[in-house]
């Protein structure tokens, strides 16, 4: 059972870290950007809506994404646990899974956040060089990351579930930390 949150900036690695807690842990990872990025690739008419906004480095709106997590949460597949990657990125996303697992009777574990130096964040994701991996869209999405996203640190510490991991550094050391800050009952 791991049911927690991963918080960090774009490209601090939450994607790369929560395949190996997948292959780990056997819960699924939930990732809004990778949901978002079929929609569009799929063309619907949420992946219409949200386009604009990833293009921009912008948060997609939150009746699109909370949306979204609610169908997938409900899935039986998350019955085990769920590795939350890139949402909830604002309060009010916050404020909507609380209600949401609270509902489901699954509250979070723990939520990990990621820290990552600003430059570094750059040289990753343009080395990766993804559709919104430009320098403008990166450093917005980092702008957004501070003003939307940082708030969410003092929410969940408030609420005892914050554990600070540094993300600098080889994947498999990051893990090992992500790994100790995770709750006894759920190192393995
Ligand atoms: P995401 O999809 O969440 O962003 P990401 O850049 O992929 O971040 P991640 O931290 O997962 O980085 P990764 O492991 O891939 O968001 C994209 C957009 O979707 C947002 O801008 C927004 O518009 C929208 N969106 C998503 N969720 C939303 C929400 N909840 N509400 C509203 N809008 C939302 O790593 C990045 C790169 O670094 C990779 O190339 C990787 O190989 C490399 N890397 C990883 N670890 C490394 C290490 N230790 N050393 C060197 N390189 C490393």
Do not use: C, W
Request: aromatic share 4%.
């Amino acid at each position: 059972m791991l049911k927690i949150v991963l918080l960090g900036p774009p490209g601090s690695g939450k994607g790369t870290q929560s395949e190996k807690l997948v292959a780990e842990y056997g819960v699924p990872q939930i990732s809004t950007g990778d949901l978002l990025r079929n929609a569009v690739a799929n063309g619907t008419e949420l992946g219409n809506k949200a386009k604009a906004a990833m293009d921009a480095g912008e948060l997609v709106s939150d009746d699109i994404v909370v949306g979204m997590i609610r169908e997938r949460l409900e899935e039986p597949d998350t019955e085990n646990g769920f590795i939350l990657d890139g949402f909830p990125r604002s309060l009010s996303q916050a404020e909507a899974l609380d209600e949401l697992l609270e509902r489901l009777g699954r509250p979070l574990q723990a939520v990990v956040h990621v820290k990552v130096d600003q430059e570094e964040i750059v040289a990753r994701l343009l080395e990766r060089g993804r559709a919104d991996d430009n320098e403008d869209t990166i450093r917005n999405r980092l702008k957004v990351f501070e003003d939307s996203t940082a708030p969410l640190v003092a929410y969940y510490e408030e609420r005892g579930l914050l554990s600070a991991v540094s993300g600098m550094g080889e994947v498999d050391e990051i893990y090992a930390r992500i790994k100790n800050a995770l709750p006894a009952d759920a190192r393995g």
